[in-house]
């Protein structure tokens, strides 16, 4: 049977109201029909069933709450007063059995009807079942009592089986209603979870498409085969650009994708985008996207997407635009290295014509003696312009020429120390060379003597008065281990991984005193790198560095002579 008195009051509208009514009045119809059918059916057996007032009083009340159930506007009444129609059902039921008596045998059984809707009604179980046993044994022992007759225990209990029936019905019909309710609930829930989190998931998306037309970085999205599943409108005027004229749909392949120097196109196979894709991580590649005028400097990172077991699924690329960066660094070397060429020729002249010029002094007697002194500064400082002169032409070449042999390192560094030492002593610093003498190794001697130079002249520079300088050397694992250890101002920990960057300089020592322009770590990392090495520093503030320089010795003879 339909659950009528569930439907809410007023939960949408007319169609609702219509369709409250309609099951209401259909539950009740299949009583009536059951009902009438009943009695025709006893009235086949014995006419007289008619002359019996109470059977034609239920009929009458039944005919007369079916009315009821068609003309109530069912949309006011609420919920729960819809169920005096399945009581107002027992009362006709009782009716009709106490005046059919024997002739209409299982008419009682049509109280299931009346049951049935209380029990799928959205009162709960007690009631439902409470109800319905007090109805059902209503229906059997208010006869009874009516008739008059002297009753024993047993009349009351022989049509007992009547009301158990009924509510052993009861409680049936309440359990599914209440676990289909529970299903239903869930149903719903679970359906409004859905809702809240597509809602969510379309913001979401609405808010990253935004995102990625704002930023002003080009953005593609790649899956595990390479199709593109996102690129943002950034990154598609950067593909225009890297397009080849004439193609305006090309493929990665036929990207015009060139290295650092602008004119040599990188093949397939080492193209970031290509790499990211096969699942490799970038960080800041730089390439030249297009030719001519229009041709973009690009940084290039990538981050691989991986699933819950780890399998490549795809990966994010970023392509951020570094055009202007380039060609103001570009500009920048050119400058140096311009500058430095014109610097050079003008400082060679000067150099050679101070040397002629003392030479002429040492031989005439007639200068005063403090004007070779004047000349020696005048020399000392020519030198160290041209030192500078030649480091930044030899950084702007970007390589330094290494010829390895087998060299004395025990003399180099002893003739490094050597010749900082009156400088040291100027600066009222220690040099203690605790390299062991005889030091062979296959090296650049030339080369490693300016590297070893450019560090113990930092020792002696960011040292203090009363401060040492250590040279340290020895062979281990098949390299040379070169140390210079100092007791100086150190190294703060943000400036330790710049430290051999070009031109740069700790910003303590910038605003000091100490002469420099932030090229000697990047000419001796170059130096060492030449070499197949490392070089690696540790400092602490305060309480000084160590430079460790390692150069591979791959099985050569080295060791003491
Ligand atoms: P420069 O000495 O000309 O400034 P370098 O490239 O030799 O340039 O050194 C770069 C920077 O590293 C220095 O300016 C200084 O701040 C820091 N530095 C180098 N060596 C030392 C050292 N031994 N102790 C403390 N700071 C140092």
């Known amino acids: 049977m339909a659950d009528p008195a569930q439907l809410p009051e007023n939960p949408g509208g007319p169609g609702r109201h219509a369709g409250r009514r309609r099951k209401i009045v259909l539950s009740e119809s299949a009583l009536t029909v059951t009902l009438f059918l009943t009695v025709a059916l006893g009235l086949l057996q014995d006419p007289r069933l008619l002359e019996s007032g109470s059977i034609l009083t239920g009929l009458l009340l039944h005919l007369v709450v079916l009315a009821a159930c068609v003309a109530i506007p069912w949309s006011g009444v609420p919920v729960r007063a819809a169920l005096i129609i399945p009581l107002l059902d027992f009362a006709v039921i009782g009716f009709i059995r106490s005046g059919a008596g024997e002739s209409l045998s299982g008419v009682g059984l049509l109280a299931a009807f009346p049951v049935v809707w209380l029990a799928a009604s959205q009162v709960s179980m007690a009631v439902a079942v409470g109800v319905s046993f007090v109805g059902s044994v209503s229906l059997v022992w208010v006869p009874l009592l009516l008739s008059g007759d002297d009753l024993v225990l047993r009349d009351f209990l022989q049509p007992f089986l009547l009301p158990v029936m009924l509510t052993g019905l009861a409680v049936f019909v309440s359990a599914l209603t209440r676990d289909r309710r529970n299903q239903q609930e869930a149903l719903r829930a679970s359906?409004?979870?859905?809702?809240?989190?597509?809602?969510?998931?379309?913001?979401?998306?609405?808010?990253?498409?935004?995102?990625?037309?704002?930023?002003?970085?080009?953005?593609?999205?790649?899956?595990?085969?390479?199709?593109?599943?996102?690129?943002?409108?950034?990154?598609?005027?950067?593909?225009?650009?890297?397009?080849?004229?004439?193609?305006?749909?090309?493929?990665?392949?036929?990207?015009?994708?060139?290295?650092?120097?602008r004119e040599t196109l990188l093949p397939p196979e080492e193209r970031p985008v290509r790499r990211a894709v096969l699942g490799e991580d970038l960080t800041a590649e730089q390439v030249w996207l297009g030719e001519g005028r229009s041709q973009r400097s690009l940084s290039i990172s990538s981050r691989s997407m991986v699933d819950e077991d780890g399998a490549f699924v795809g990966t994010v690329v970023s392509f951020m635009d570094v055009t202007d960066l380039a060609l103001a660094l570009h500009a920048k070397d050119d400058f140096l290295s311009n500058v430095s060429h014109e610097f050079r020729t003008p400082l060679t002249s000067i150099l050679g014509y101070l040397e002629l010029t003392m030479e002429a002094i040492e031989t005439t007697e007639s200068f005063p003696p403090a004007v070779q002194g004047y000349m020696e500064v005048a020399r000392r400082n020519a030198l160290r312009l041209e030192q500078l002169v030649e480091d930044l032409l030899a950084i702007n070449a970007g390589t330094f020429q290494v010829r390895r042999e087998e060299c004395d390192v025990g003399r180099i560094l002893s003739e490094a120390a050597?010749?900082?030492?009156?400088?040291?002593?100027?600066?009222?610093?220690?040099?203690?060379?605790?390299?062991?003498?005889?030091?062979?190794?296959?090296?650049?001697?030339?080369?490693?003597?300016?590297?070893?130079?450019?560090?113990?002249?930092?020792?002696?520079?960011?040292?203090?008065?009363?401060?040492?300088?250590?040279?340290?050397?020895?062979?281990?694992?098949?390299?040379?281990?070169?140390?210079?250890?100092?007791?100086?101002?150190?190294?703060?920990?943000?400036?330790?991984?710049?430290?051999?960057?070009?031109?740069?300089?700790?910003?303590?020592?910038?605003?000091?005193?100490?002469?420099?322009?932030?090229?000697?770590?990047?000419?001796?990392?170059?130096?060492?790198?030449?070499?197949?090495?490392?070089?690696?520093?540790?400092?602490?503030?305060?309480?000084?560095?160590?430079f460790t320089m390692r150069l591979p010795q791959d099985g050569a003879t080295a060791g003491a002579l």
């Open 191 to 261: 359906k409004a979870a859905l809702r809240a989190s597509s809602e969510a998931g379309r913001r979401r998306e609405q808010l990253l498409g935004t995102v990625l037309d704002t930023v002003d970085v080009g953005v593609l999205a790649v899956d595990a085969d390479g199709h593109d599943i996102l690129m943002n409108a950034r990154q598609r005027a950067v593909h225009a650009a890297a397009a080849p004229a004439g193609n305006d749909d090309p493929n990665e392949a036929q990207l015009l994708v060139y290295g650092p120097d």
């Open 418 to 546: 050597s010749s900082v030492r009156v400088k040291a002593a100027r600066a009222g610093v220690e040099v203690v060379n605790a390299t062991p003498p005889g030091l062979v190794a296959v090296a650049d001697p030339v080369r490693l003597a300016q590297a070893v130079d450019n560090l113990i002249s930092n020792a002696v520079k960011y040292n203090r008065r009363g401060g040492t300088i250590t040279l340290q050397a020895g062979i281990d694992d098949n390299c040379l281990r070169v140390e210079v250890i100092d007791t100086g101002i150190g190294i703060d920990a943000v400036d330790l991984s710049h430290v051999f960057d070009r031109f740069f300089r700790s910003p303590s020592v910038r605003t000091s005193t100490v002469p420099g322009v932030g090229l000697g770590l990047l000419i001796t990392k170059t130096i060492v790198i030449e070499h197949g090495g490392t070089i690696s520093v540790t400092s602490e503030p305060g309480v000084g560095s160590t």
